[in-house]
């Protein structure tokens, strides 16, 4: 269980960090 969260704690911050690159690259 603890392996699942700190997976989806990865995944999460990494889509997050995408969004942010996106985003700045739109603008």
Request: charged share 20%.
């Amino acid at each position: 269980m603890k392996e699942f969260v700190g997976r989806t704690a990865v995944v999460t911050g990494g889509a997050r960090g995408f969004g942010k690159a996106f985003g700045r690259a739109l603008v």
